[in-house]
């Protein structure tokens, strides 16, 4: 439980330009730690530098390469499309069906992959944390950015979309910058939380592919949170993506129905409180990653 | 910060605990388990988590005070499990202790592995900007030594290669290349990082060495006491996670090798004839305690014995042995001299001259017989160990011999050529150049 104060960290940024043992480090157990943010800022290069690690692994040795982020989504929202769309007859309010499908998948696909991702991202770096010193919230918020890029090629292929259906996005669609930052901070609430428990309990390698699969199916990403009966509506805000791909669908598509307040002030609130406590968590827990990783 | 500026390092009453995991004790049987889970799935995962995970506390590090001056090299020994490789996470931040407090002042950067984060599906090129990342570089300082860090490594022309497909020698090349070029004020290795060919292995040493010339401060962990005497002023010696000498190089070295030699020797007793052999000490010709000698160097084995009855007419014999079996032996069965009788304390030395063999790992070995006793007293075994250093490029030695033709002996004799075309060639092991700068005694 060791800590760090005090410290001139200018040296850290502009290196030796300036006269040496400027530097002070403290490390003392048990105090609170406030070297640890300026860490951050100083590391923040390889931030950047494991975004784009991730980015340039992870389509090496592949054949259509970052044409695999198009395709993915394109097949889930025919999958998703026919059975919801078509099979089961799910209400459209006069949209077309993939259009809803994929403002739903957008935001979905973007938290299931960040949370996956960030919560292995840890234990997949375990020899960069057991042989070098930075702050491990670099890892963890960088994997949740490199699934935000992918979120962001997926964007692309809505445009085209819409293109194709000669779709022209109301005016809400301003509100959208804040609905994709509530997205980032479900995903990195979550992912905080799972990297951080994933360390001790590998058991959450097992239970974040079910969180995937059947969040799916519980999130309304098929169909409209519309098609839930009024009086289950409440409940079945408290899970946040709901709100999030509400929000998504309502901003980028608008549609008859106003937005659900309700279900975006849950989402609001269980976003911040999943950030704070997932910072709270990973913090509390980090200085024995080490070991026990 | 004025007062403390003096010190890059200091260590106040360091400790680190550990709770290492126990086996379950007894399992009742999977029936049992599914009964109870079922039953109360709370408290079931609670006991069985506990369970899984009973621990027991231990102390790899305790109470360690240290004060490093800007500038001193100072080496860290000590035995497997001493402690060393904690202090040294503790150092660099990697783990915190749970005691105590540490001071830093300077740009720090440790080295316990390199090419830690190399993916091997990324470049070489790619691998030296991640890699000067994760060691805390800027672009902007990573672009700016990007060439000399390529031309230290000597695999230009394999930059643009996936990692996954370097040979390991290419590999750790280029890995300590980018840590090479950490510019710390502080810098803690460990010297298991030195790894690779011997020129490399040397390279390695020498850049250490040029730190500590450039007057930077250097915390050096080796499993090798003669790197430390070469290369450090101060020595730290760890003992069952706690300080145990402090002080200047030379001297702890050589309190460490005798204290290695005397555990070595601990089982070496025989109660029926009074006779317990305490250590036994390798010395080199200058008569400095010594596990790492050159081709041709003279081996100095020193025995110290404790006779409590008389011994008369014992017979001692010494042997070298390499991995693929005996190189030579001074045996008194054989040559027929003997000291007359033991009694009390004291030490028999045998030198072996100019002795040329082969850089590898060897072992000594004791027994002692007597004239008059029918079975051994001290039965033949390994009783201390040393390694033959050195690259063979410097004797003359070229091609494939490293590989192959170094395991199919340990001893090469000096020996002459006299080719068909009538020239001759003499070759012997002895050591004409020096090693390494800095590392060459």
């Given at each position: 439980m060791a800590q760090i104060i005090g410290q001139s960290t200018r040296q850290f940024f502009i290196g030796s330009l300036e006269k040496p043992h400027m530097t002070e480090v403290l490390v003392e157990a048990d105090r609170i730690e406030r070297q640890y943010w300026r860490d951050l800022w100083r590391f923040r290069e390889l931030f950047f530098f494991l975004v784009w690690r991730d980015l340039l692994v992870r389509y090496k040795q592949t054949v259509v390469g970052v044409s695999w982020s198009l395709i993915r989504p394109f097949l889930t929202m025919v999958v998703l499309t026919v059975v919801f769309g078509k099979l089961g007859k799910m209400p459209a309010d006069g949209l077309p069906y993939p259009l809803l499908v994929f403002c739903g998948m957008l935001p979905w696909q973007f938290f299931s992959t960040a949370i996956t991702e960030s919560g292995n991202s840890l234990v997949s770096n375990a020899n960069m944390i057991s042989k070098v010193y930075f702050p491990r919230l670099v890892i963890t918020v960088s994997s949740v950015m490199t699934s935000f890029v992918d979120f962001l090629i997926s964007a692309i292929f809505l445009v085209a979309l819409m293109m194709w259906y000669r779709f022209i996005p109301p005016i809400q669609v301003l509100c959208l910058p804040f609905l994709v930052m509530l997205a980032v901070g479900a995903s990195l609430g979550v992912g905080l939380w799972i990297a951080a428990l994933m360390v001790e309990y590998r058991d959450f390698r097992f239970i974040v592919p079910f969180i995937v699969q059947f969040g799916l199916y519980l999130s309304p990403v098929g169909f409209q949170s519309s098609v839930v009966p009024p009086r289950f509506r409440l409940l079945y805000s408290l899970n946040?993506?709901?709100?999030?791909?509400?929000?998504?669908?309502?901003?980028l598509l608008g549609g008859r129905a106003p937005i659900y307040r309700q279900g975006l002030v849950i989402s609001v609130i269980e976003?911040?409180?999943?950030?704070?406590?997932?910072?709270?968590?990973?913090?509390?827990?980090?200085?024995?990653?080490?070991?026990?990783? | 910060m004025s007062e403390t500026t003096e010190f890059a390092i200091s260590i106040e009453n360091v400790g680190k605990?550990?709770?290492?995991?126990?086996?379950?004790?007894?399992?009742?049987g999977m029936r049992h388990a599914i009964e109870s889970a079922l039953r109360a799935p709370r408290s079931w995962l609670r006991a069985r988590h506990q369970q899984n995970t009973k621990k027991v506390d231990f102390w790899a590090l305790r109470n360690v005070s240290a004060q490093i001056k800007h500038g001193e090299i100072v080496g860290i020994i000590g035995r497997n499990g001493a402690g060393k490789s904690t202090l040294l996470k503790v150092l660099s931040r990697i783990t915190v202790p749970t005691e105590g407090r540490m001071r830093i002042n300077g740009r720090i950067?440790?080295?316990?592995?390199?090419?830690?984060?190399?993916?091997?599906?990324?470049?070489?090129?790619?691998?030296?900007?991640?890699?000067?990342?994760?060691?805390?570089m800027s672009r902007a300082e990573i672009v700016r030594k990007f060439d000399e860090i390529v031309e230290f490594s000597e695999i230009e022309e394999f930059l643009d290669t996936p990692v996954k497909r370097y040979s390991s020698g290419m590999y750790v090349r280029l890995a300590f290349s980018v840590a090479a070029h950490l510019d710390p004020e502080i810098l803690i290795v460990d010297e298991v990082?030195?790894?690779?060919?011997?020129?490399?292995?040397?390279?390695?040493l020498a850049k250490i060495a040029s730190y500590a010339q450039a007057g930077r401060t250097v915390l050096f962990v080796s499993h090798n006491p003669d790197a430390v005497r070469t290369l450090c002023q101060r020595g730290i010696w760890l003992k069952n996670g706690h300080l145990y000498r402090d002080g200047k190089a030379d001297e702890i070295i050589e309190d460490y090798f005798n204290d290695i030699a005397i555990e070595k020797c601990q089982s070496l007793s025989n109660t029926e004839h009074g006779l317990s052999i305490q250590k036994v000490l390798l010395r080199n010709e200058r008569g400095q305690e010594c596990s790492r000698f050159f081709p041709g160097d003279d081996l100095v084995v020193e025995v110290h014995y404790d006779a409590q009855k008389r011994i008369e007419n014992p017979i001692f014999a010494l042997g070298v042995a390499g991995k693929n079996g005996p190189c030579f032996t001074s045996n008194m069965l054989l040559d027929g001299h003997r000291p007359r009788f033991l009694e009390g304390t004291g030490t028999l030395t045998c030198t072996f001259k100019s002795v040329p063999l082969l850089p590898q790992d060897y072992s000594v070995k004791l027994g002692v017989k007597a004239e008059n006793v029918i079975d051994t007293i001290v039965a033949y075994q390994e009783v201390a160990y040393f390694t033959v250093a050195g690259d063979l490029a410097e004797y003359g030695y070229k091609g494939a011999f490293e590989t192959h033709a170094r395991h199919s002996t340990a001893v090469v004799v000096p020996y002459e050529w006299r080719l068909p075309d009538g020239s001759t060639v003499a070759v012997s092991l002895n050591r004409q150049a020096p090693v390494l700068s800095g590392w060459e005694r």
């Amino acid at each position: 439980m060791a800590q760090i104060i005090g410290q001139s960290t200018r040296q850290f940024f502009i290196g030796s330009l300036e006269k040496p043992h400027m530097t002070e480090v403290l490390v003392e157990a048990d105090r609170i730690e406030r070297q640890y943010w300026r860490d951050l800022w100083r590391f923040r290069e390889l931030f950047f530098f494991l975004v784009w690690r991730d980015l340039l692994v992870r389509y090496k040795q592949t054949v259509v390469g970052v044409s695999w982020s198009l395709i993915r989504p394109f097949l889930t929202m025919v999958v998703l499309t026919v059975v919801f769309g078509k099979l089961g007859k799910m209400p459209a309010d006069g949209l077309p069906y993939p259009l809803l499908v994929f403002c739903g998948m957008l935001p979905w696909q973007f938290f299931s992959t960040a949370i996956t991702e960030s919560g292995n991202s840890l234990v997949s770096n375990a020899n960069m944390i057991s042989k070098v010193y930075f702050p491990r919230l670099v890892i963890t918020v960088s994997s949740v950015m490199t699934s935000f890029v992918d979120f962001l090629i997926s964007a692309i292929f809505l445009v085209a979309l819409m293109m194709w259906y000669r779709f022209i996005p109301p005016i809400q669609v301003l509100c959208l910058p804040f609905l994709v930052m509530l997205a980032v901070g479900a995903s990195l609430g979550v992912g905080l939380w799972i990297a951080a428990l994933m360390v001790e309990y590998r058991d959450f390698r097992f239970i974040v592919p079910f969180i995937v699969q059947f969040g799916l199916y519980l999130s309304p990403v098929g169909f409209q949170s519309s098609v839930v009966p009024p009086r289950f509506r409440l409940l079945y805000s408290l899970n946040p993506m709901v709100g999030i791909i509400d929000g998504f669908r309502w901003s980028l598509l608008g549609g008859r129905a106003p937005i659900y307040r309700q279900g975006l002030v849950i989402s609001v609130i269980e976003v911040a409180s999943l950030i704070v406590s997932g910072i709270w968590y990973f913090r509390r827990t980090e200085r024995t990653f080490a070991d026990v990783i | 910060m004025s007062e403390t500026t003096e010190f890059a390092i200091s260590i106040e009453n360091v400790g680190k605990r550990y709770s290492i995991g126990r086996q379950r004790s007894s399992d009742d049987g999977m029936r049992h388990a599914i009964e109870s889970a079922l039953r109360a799935p709370r408290s079931w995962l609670r006991a069985r988590h506990q369970q899984n995970t009973k621990k027991v506390d231990f102390w790899a590090l305790r109470n360690v005070s240290a004060q490093i001056k800007h500038g001193e090299i100072v080496g860290i020994i000590g035995r497997n499990g001493a402690g060393k490789s904690t202090l040294l996470k503790v150092l660099s931040r990697i783990t915190v202790p749970t005691e105590g407090r540490m001071r830093i002042n300077g740009r720090i950067a440790s080295l316990l592995e390199v090419g830690t984060g190399f993916h091997p599906e990324l470049t070489g090129r790619e691998n030296v900007f991640l890699n000067g990342a994760i060691l805390g570089m800027s672009r902007a300082e990573i672009v700016r030594k990007f060439d000399e860090i390529v031309e230290f490594s000597e695999i230009e022309e394999f930059l643009d290669t996936p990692v996954k497909r370097y040979s390991s020698g290419m590999y750790v090349r280029l890995a300590f290349s980018v840590a090479a070029h950490l510019d710390p004020e502080i810098l803690i290795v460990d010297e298991v990082l030195a790894v690779g060919d011997s020129s490399f292995q040397k390279k390695c040493l020498a850049k250490i060495a040029s730190y500590a010339q450039a007057g930077r401060t250097v915390l050096f962990v080796s499993h090798n006491p003669d790197a430390v005497r070469t290369l450090c002023q101060r020595g730290i010696w760890l003992k069952n996670g706690h300080l145990y000498r402090d002080g200047k190089a030379d001297e702890i070295i050589e309190d460490y090798f005798n204290d290695i030699a005397i555990e070595k020797c601990q089982s070496l007793s025989n109660t029926e004839h009074g006779l317990s052999i305490q250590k036994v000490l390798l010395r080199n010709e200058r008569g400095q305690e010594c596990s790492r000698f050159f081709p041709g160097d003279d081996l100095v084995v020193e025995v110290h014995y404790d006779a409590q009855k008389r011994i008369e007419n014992p017979i001692f014999a010494l042997g070298v042995a390499g991995k693929n079996g005996p190189c030579f032996t001074s045996n008194m069965l054989l040559d027929g001299h003997r000291p007359r009788f033991l009694e009390g304390t004291g030490t028999l030395t045998c030198t072996f001259k100019s002795v040329p063999l082969l850089p590898q790992d060897y072992s000594v070995k004791l027994g002692v017989k007597a004239e008059n006793v029918i079975d051994t007293i001290v039965a033949y075994q390994e009783v201390a160990y040393f390694t033959v250093a050195g690259d063979l490029a410097e004797y003359g030695y070229k091609g494939a011999f490293e590989t192959h033709a170094r395991h199919s002996t340990a001893v090469v004799v000096p020996y002459e050529w006299r080719l068909p075309d009538g020239s001759t060639v003499a070759v012997s092991l002895n050591r004409q150049a020096p090693v390494l700068s800095g590392w060459e005694r």
